[in-house]
């Protein structure tokens, strides 16, 4: 009998199960409240907006082109429309600097695909987003961890990445609410990226993919922005902004988008067409309706929801959480990161939340390349009410409370 491990190519073994995906099947469960998807509230989304849109698109004369082959680059009213949006954050591109991806995490598999060979180095976030790391195991890289403190120099990271076999390819990192952390990295830490990437010679990858959900505080620029402002054209530049509309519109329609200097994006149309030829035509022509009517209506629809609950996550850790546990307070986004006293475990931890307190999250030890920091976990505010908040909080801090005595004992 066929033996299928003998012949998987060797990148099959660093594919790994999501843990977030699999966590994802609590939802169904009535009696759990999740705070482990980082998804967004489907009671949120637009949906009359896109039902209009689909009706429009297939009573027009549109109805062909929709369900029709369309180019790799992706449908040009949508990428036109990206334009104008762009210029509002401070990136000057044309459409040729847009590609429209299957959301955003394909255009991050094809990232990892154009610039890693096998036993090169990714430098990411310790912690960085789950999904990153799945899109970029595929091609058998090395990762180090990115500090913008300014307390390692160039020469270290390739010095490690030579010792480790290859050379340091790109920065991936989330500038703006970071998932899983919540936290935004300030102006000053992303000039020093677009140094580093200067005196590394290596790509940055910006992930956007919460840009649009601020509740408080100052915006900062994109990193892509501060670069164009430096270099003076799009052209010049080494960042790569990846943006979706899954946090904003919808997820299920799985559109997203790389805006780059222009040999780039011409790589990635090729890559497109080897892949799936392009993105599905009548979902972006549906996403290019709905987006040029109704964006601005729909983030201030979300922005409120989503803050509120952001409040409500921050108030109740405030009250029921032991004293030795601290905790990140985001400006955006959808999480809020959770650091549980030394030798506790996050995995553990979720076992019995689910069994004894029906609460569930996502251990922390999940977003770490090297698999450290188990004494951590996010948890996701999008999907609970106000109410369902306080009380999942209120269950959780009495588990950890009790965790906290049995070590001490």
């Known amino acids: ?29 009535p009696d759990i409240i999740s705070f482990a998807g980082g998804i967004p509230d489907p009671a949120l ?8 849109a689909y009706a429009e698109i297939f009573v027009g004369d549109q109805a062909g082109a929709a369900l029709q082959y369309s180019v790799s680059e992706g449908f040009l009213p949508l990428r036109q429309w990206l ?10 591109c044309t459409t040729d600097n847009i590609f429209i991806t299957s959301g955003s995490q394909q255009a991050l598999d094809y990232l990892g695909k154009l610039f890693l060979s096998p036993g090169d180095t990714a430098l990411v976030g310790w912690p960085t987003y789950l999904g990153a790391l799945q899109a970029f195991n595929a091609y058998e890289p090395n990762y180090d961890q990115l500090t913008l403190s300014g307390n390692r120099t160039p020469d270290s990271y390739q010095a490690a990445a030579e010792k480790a076999g290859g050379a340091v390819k790109f ?65 010049a530049t080494r960042t790569l902004y990846c943006g979706s509309f899954s946090k904003t519109l919808a997820p299920g ?25 392009h993105s599905s035509t009548i979902n972006q ?8 009517r109704h964006f601005p209506a729909q983030i201030a629809k979300i922005r409120a929801a989503y803050g509120a609950r952001r409040d409500a996550m921050l108030a109740a850790l405030a009250s029921y959480m032991p004293a030795d546990t601290s905790w990140t307070r985001p400006q955006g986004g959808m999480f809020v990161w959770v650091t549980l006293p030394e030798g506790m475990d996050g995995a553990e931890l979720l076992a019995r939340s689910v069994e004894t307190e029906k609460v569930a999250f996502v251990p922390g030890q999940a977003f770490f390349a090297d698999r450290s920091n188990a004494n951590t976990l996010r948890l996701s ?8 908040i306080d009380e999942g909080i209120k269950r959780l801090g009495r588990l950890i409370a009790g965790s906290v005595k049995a070590l001490a004992a």
């Not at 989330?174 to 790509?203: H, K, M, Q, W, Y």
């Open 1 to 29: 009998m066929l033996n299928w491990e003998d012949i998987f190519a060797t990148r099959s073994s660093r594919m790994r199960a999501s843990e977030i995906r699999e966590l994802l099947k609590l939802l169904d469960r």
């Open 253 to 277: 329609l799985r559109v997203g988008f790389v805006v780059g200097a222009a040999p780039v994006i011409r790589k990635l149309v090729l890559m497109k067409q080897a892949a799936d030829l």
């Open 171 to 235: 920065a991936y990192l989330s500038a703006d609410f970071a998932n899983p952390t919540g936290e935004t990295v300030d102006r000053a830490a992303r000039e020093r990226l677009l140094a580093l990437g200067d005196e590394l010679n290596i790509a940055v990858i910006e992930d956007a993919a919460y840009q649009s959900l601020r509740y408080d505080g100052e915006a900062v620029p994109p990193i892509l922005a501060l670069e164009i402002a430096q270099k003076g054209s799009i052209e």
């Open 285 to 292: 022509m549906v996403v290019a309706h709905v987006a040029t």
């Open 83 to 92: 334009v104008g949006e762009m210029a509002t954050i401070g990136i000057a």
């Open 381 to 388: 505010f999008s999907c609970a009410n106000e109410q369902m």
């Open 45 to 52: 989304f637009p949906s009359d907006a896109f039902r209009n």
